[in-house]
């Protein structure tokens, strides 16, 4: 059908689940991507895209994307020989005739970057904002792909003096925090309450002596810079 025919043809891959997190379609684009035949893939668990070190976090982000949080995911697909590369993961959650709901998910290989045409953007203190939190979220995705390294930038700001008065769940606040993560998410992630994300967030503050998440970022930002 020319429909799905387009879809074969788009240079990203689309990727369709069921309520289960089982792959029920994938476009020739990702099969390509990641080695497999369709085939290979039907019925199978969306985990066999990942890295095995990934599969609780994939398990909570499938429940959040059923609960609504449908923000936009960088993460690590894992192709049939085992090597892995990132992505950028467009979340959709949909209903049809079917009582089952149906997860659907574009894909961008972040390679695919490069050949980007940069757009002629005025520079805003929004944009600035904006830039600096995708740069963190990059940061945050090659610290995932590379967990044992002793040399995370994140673990060295965390450290610094500075920040040495945060309690341990305080520095586990502000590293989902750097992420892009919001408060709802965070407290999924840690099993908390919303409220009690809060209340270590406004210790934070005080601690670091900001009055926002904008400000304690920045603040943040700027003692990387000061390490490097």
């Known amino acids: 059908m020319p429909f799905a025919r387009s879809l074969d043809s788009l240079g990203c891959a689309v990727l369709g689940l069921d309520s ?14 990641t080695g497999y035949a369709f085939e290979e893939l039907a019925g199978r668990s969306v985990a066999c895209l990942a890295p095995p070190e990934l599969d609780e976090i994939l398990d909570k982000e499938l429940r959040a994307v059923d609960q609504g949080d449908l923000r936009a995911r960088l993460t690590i697909l894992r192709r049939k020989d085992s090597t892995t590369f990132p992505v950028i993961v467009l979340p959709q959650h ?3 005739d079917e009582p089952e709901a149906f997860h659907c998910a574009v894909v961008i290989d972040l390679a695919c970057m490069q050949t980007a045409k940069p ?3 005025p520079h805003t203190a929004g944009l600035r904002s904006s830039l600096a939190r995708i740069t963190r979220e990059l940061e945050a995705l090659a610290l995932l792909a590379d967990a044992a390294s ?8 965390l450290d610094h003096p500075r920040l040495a008065s945060l309690s ?3 520095r586990e606040v502000v590293s989902h925090l750097l992420r892009g993560l919001r408060v709802g998410t965070i407290a999924r992630t840690l099993h908390i309450s919303p409220h009690t994300v809060r209340n270590h967030l406004k210790a ?3 601690k670091v002596g900001v009055s926002s998440q904008d400000e304690l970022a920045r603040v943040v930002d700027m003692l990387r810079t000061a390490n490097a």
Do not use: C, D, K, M
């Open 20 to 33: 289960h997190g089982a792959i029920r379609y994938a476009n020739q684009r990702l099969l390509s991507w």
């Open 94 to 96: 949909q209903r049809y």
């Open 119 to 121: 757009a002629n953007l």
């Open 150 to 157: 002793p040399a995370s930038s994140t673990t060295s700001v």
């Open 168 to 170: 341990p769940r305080e």
């Open 204 to 206: 934070i503050f005080q």
